[in-house]
């Protein structure tokens, strides 16, 4: 998967984009491991440091998940936007579970009809 980490008007650093694509990395493998991209943004809004991160899914269905989050430090607003994004893959993980539990139930309904 590719983890784009970028700035807008912001210099990130060296640190940062390893810092992010170590832990962003972790959390959509484990969730999502049909993703194909994520891109990372940092901005800069007066006093506080905003970080938008949208994942786009590689299944076909053109799914993507975005969040933006800030706060007064930048690993901070990154770390907001971390966990947003998580909850948001488990949300999207159980409906799909949720899902294909549905389906199988309707196919099992039909055999025995």
Partial sequence: MKIIVSGQNLE???ALPVYVE????KKI?????????????????RYLYVCDITIQDGTGNH???????SAPEIHQ???NSLKAIEEQ?????????DKHKAQQHAEIAKALI
């Fill in 89 to 97: 893959l488990k949300r999207h993980k159980s409906r799909m579970k």
């Fill in 29 to 45: 493998s484990r969730y999502l491991p049909t993703a194909i991209s994520a891109h990372v943004v940092f901005m800069k809004e």
């Fill in 22 to 25: 170590e832990h962003l990395g």
């Fill in 77 to 79: 607003a990154f770390d």
């Fill in 63 to 69: 799914f993507h998940i975005k969040t933006k989050r």
């Fill in 12 to 14: 990130i650093g060296q």
